[in-house]
Antibody
């Protein structure tokens, strides 16, 4: 069974930093592109970024709203995906989901970890 | 930046067919996916590559994509289908874009 478990969320002040983790199991993690998707309270889904796999040089892409502030990384030896978030803003407050890419869609999602940016 | 537009809400009677649209410039030239999200839960993929159903998704869920519009159709709608639905596509295969979401009410 595919499982994605996010952790690392919490309350942080504006301008602060936070690192989210996503532990994957039940599939060959190294084969897949992995993404972060967020959802502000009461709002829709917003793509954050993507980490490609080793055959594609582990390259990353980001939404314009987080580019330069957020960094995706992955450790295939630990079946884990990470999201380093710096210079956080109040508008970054959201539930952050880890998602597996397959066939142009996101076919598996974690339960999410809540990030609250507030003073 | 690329945008996808969905109606905020759609209502359907139990047993009837619900259709949710998603509009974007030349969307038919991209693959569209659809997600179902119930309150307090993570999204679930219900359609990918325009019209393919993941295993475990009922046959009453179907999709199409042509021109500027993708559609999700739910036949014989049940109360359990009440949820928010989001379309999604890739812009230049480098940025995932979601529609704003449609709240499906079964009444």
């Amino acid at each position: 069974e595919v499982q994605l478990v996010e952790s690392g969320g919490g309350l942080v002040q504006p301008g602060g930093s936070l690192r989210l983790s996503c532990a994957a199991s039940g599939f060959t993690f190294s084969d897949h592109y992995m993404d972060w998707v967020r959802q502000a309270p009461g709002k829709g889904l917003e793509w954050v970024g993507r980490a490609r796999n080793k055959p594609n040089s582990y390259t990353t892409e980001y939404a314009a709203s987080v580019k330069g502030r957020f960094t995706l990384s992955r450790d295939d030896s630990k079946n884990s995906l990470y999201l380093q978030m710096n210079s956080l803003k109040t508008e970054d407050t959201a539930m952050y989901y880890c998602a597996r890419e397959s066939g142009y869609g996101f076919d598996s999602w974690g339960q999410g970890t809540l990030v609250t940016v507030s003073s | 930046s690329y945008e996808l537009t969905q109606p905020p809400s759609v209502s359907v009677s139990p047993g009837q067919t619900a259709s949710i649209t998603c509009s974007g410039d030349e969307l038919g030239n991209k693959f569209a996916s659809w997600y179902q999200q119930k309150p307090g839960q993570s999204p679930v993929l219900v359609i990918y590559q325009d019209n393919k159903r993941p295993s475990g998704i009922p046959e009453r869920f179907s999709g199409s994509n042509s021109g500027n519009t993708a559609s999700l159709t739910i036949s014989e709608t049940q109360a359990m289908d009440e949820a928010d639905y989001y379309c999604q596509a890739w812009d230049s295969n480098t940025e995932a874009v979601f529609g704003g979401g449609t709240k499906l009410t079964v009444l």
